[in-house]
């Protein structure tokens, strides 16, 4: 038996130069969202944070794996590791991006209006957790403690990768342990203040998991399809392999299942208990439009990802998996539109054009920064110690 | 600050000098070998809290469920706690099983033939209770949709004849798939044994396996079939349990995160429960090298999990309530904390909130008789859990006028123990004539197993192979 030897280029190509073009793309996109903004300003913040939150959902998803294939001592992933390593690592700029939020929280949050508050004591009660100041603080916090989690689980195994210390590993998991458990906290409670606190008064115990299932699904639409690019590119193509992507083929599947088990328990559960209180939310965003938005990620997140990639066979086909992605990202998006515009325009559905630019903007921004980070370093943890048996996968 | 830390690589997973002989030696010499007098001595004890839970219920079948502490607001007493604490032990079997072998984890061979059988004993244990709650047992075939002259249907959209499909669905595959990994083993002892009824009896019992590929080809389908199954089911069942309380409005029952947050508590109390049995029989039947402190570490980790997500789950559930802003959701978590049931509470946080976090020690994580306290405190703890959930929600609920407090009979607490005696007459018949350990699986996962470990040239196996090889970087650009 032949040792694993890496046959590829293991630096980005600096002719490849996509940065600049992602962030030109995201700096228009951000002007023309601007230009949105003395338009129709409710518009503007409601568009932005539904692409806030979907690319945040994508690097907490990042920081998430990333944690638990050094807890699990995970072998399989060690090639491709680098690739939510980088998306994890610039949360410190990233949180930057929740500035403009914190502006329009008057747009967005119905109990930052004290007129509201004075006159509801639901709100009143809320007021000690809901409030402008412990808002921004938490903010503060949350994006604190990602960044740190994020960039150091990204310097330490940059560092291997230059003194091939593989102590390095155990103050990687000694760090994911502890860092797992806050991620879970602040998760949980930042997607409380983003999105579930736009109606403030509904509450459901298991929001936070449901943000967590979703933006997890998408981390592995979009580790597919970045592969898929550093491929057609001709990059890795020997270090990640087939089984690799067959592999993330199969924890797609099953966290498009676990996704879909969330999803349905809080549904199920307000609607069978059939307390107006709660209902009333999927209510508004079951009529009027946005039924249809319901219908197209249920099938685009879980029906049809469901059916395809339960054989074993489509899950090693990189245009199945490939065209699987795109859709859960799609739905991705539709869902949290879903979840987020109807408190905005609550009497029925009407896109806008905002929507599209922020998303590109902010897309073109993670996605460049992403890239930018990525060129940095190798694309591989190249003297990790489970390398060899990740690269010997079959 | 690296030079602190020191690279630990993946440890072997059976430990000692072992070749696949001596494997199949250790765990067939308990089944082939005459009964010894501790057994026996066992088995008798089981035996008669066994005839306890029989008494018991008769009885109960007698007099009704009068007998029990029920009282008006507390409708669901021990009887639901017992159904789903011994559900959830359960769930850890499966878990192993299943799920662990879908996600390819090779550590489970050591445990997962002894977590399996303390699934299906454990879903019997479990089953008893719903059944004989009814009051009328004698009817209890009407939970089951029988076509009969009164057109009389059971109430399809109701989680607890839910539970009745997920129960009984996931006890038929449980037992399906114990026996399916069973069928190798059983053909293994059916060669060894000098005994001739043992010989007819494992033969039968081995399907007339003969260890050909064609043989292994099916069985390996037919395992992966059962493992993808069960994983849902496993999910189905504890998902449907939580749903028996959180469809409906009760505070303190209706809660979206109950789902999930039932599947997790699952797996921690029946890891907890693997664990206490395990540390025992690793040293009765001499078997640390297979049930070893690694394998033991593994699953302290696995606790230390789950349990870290229940208290997850009561951290949502305590803000929630309060987040609410609704009187009795709040109310009824104020008076967890202060109210009648209060010393169940705080023992619930003990056990299920500050135990867990002493495993993030690796000391304690690889301490045989630390953990085997710990996981005796977690099998309380999840006992407790149920009990606020059930009694605590219940007794304290709407009106106060209407409060009561509850208190278990002496029928409830013997009921209770009586199914220790059920569980462990079956564990230790399993453990007397089964082989307890996956001999198959066991071999699958040593390094001898592996093609790699064995010289090209020589085709004999060389212990120096299966030392870790440190990759060399070649870089063509």
Redesign the interface.
Known sequence: ?S?????D??DFPSDLNITKSLFGVGTVGLLATGVGYFLDHDQFFFSYLVSFSFFSSIALGSLFFVMVQHLT?SEWSAVLRRIPETFSSYFWIWGLFIIPLLFGMHSLYHWTHADAVAAD???Q??EP?LNTTFFIIRQVIYFALWSFLGYRLYS?SV?MDE?G???????LR?TS??GL?FF??TL?FAS?DWIMSLDP?W???????YYFAMSFQGLFAVLILVIFFLWNNNLLTNTIQKSHIYDLGVQMFGFT?FYA??AF??F???Y??N?P?ETVWYLERLSGGYEYLAWFYLFGRFVIPFVILLPKGPKSKPKVVGSVAVLILVSHLVELYWLVMPVLNHHGFHLNWMTITSFIGLGGIFLGLFFYKFKQNKMVP??D?K??DS?NKH | MSTDYQYVPEPALVKGDHSFGSITDLIAKTPLSPTPKLWYLAFGLANILLITLLGAIGYLIWDGIGIWGLNNPAGWGWAIINFVWWVGIGHAGTLISAILFLFRQGWRTAINRFAEAMTIFAVMCAGIFPAIHVGRIWVIYWVFPIPNQMAAWPNFSSPLLWDVFAVSTYFTVSLLFWYVGLIPDFATLRDKTKSKVAKITYGIASLGWTGSFRNWWNYEKAYMILAGLATPLVLSVHTIVSFDFAVSVIPGWHSTIFPPYFVAGAIYSGFAMVLTLMLIARKIYGLEDIMNIDIMEKMNLVMMITGNLVAFAYLMEGFIAWYSGYIYEQGIFWLYVVGPYAWGFWILMFCNVVTPQFLWFKKIRRNVAITFVISIIVNIGMWFERFMISVASLSTDFMPSAWDYYSPTFWDIITYIGTFGLFFTFFLLFLRFMPMVAIAEVKGVMPQADPHNYDEETNEFDIEKTKPVVVQQEQTV
């Open positions: 038996m040792k694993p030897k890496i046959t280029t293991l001592r004591p639901v709100l009660g809320k957790y330490k560092e003194t210390d593989w102590g390095l590993q155990t103050l000694r342990g502890p458990f879970a906290i949980a409380f008064h509450y459901s115990t298991i929001f936070g998991v299942v088990y969330i328990s809080q199920l559960l307000i069978y208990a307390i209180e190249i003297n110690p390398l060899g690269l």
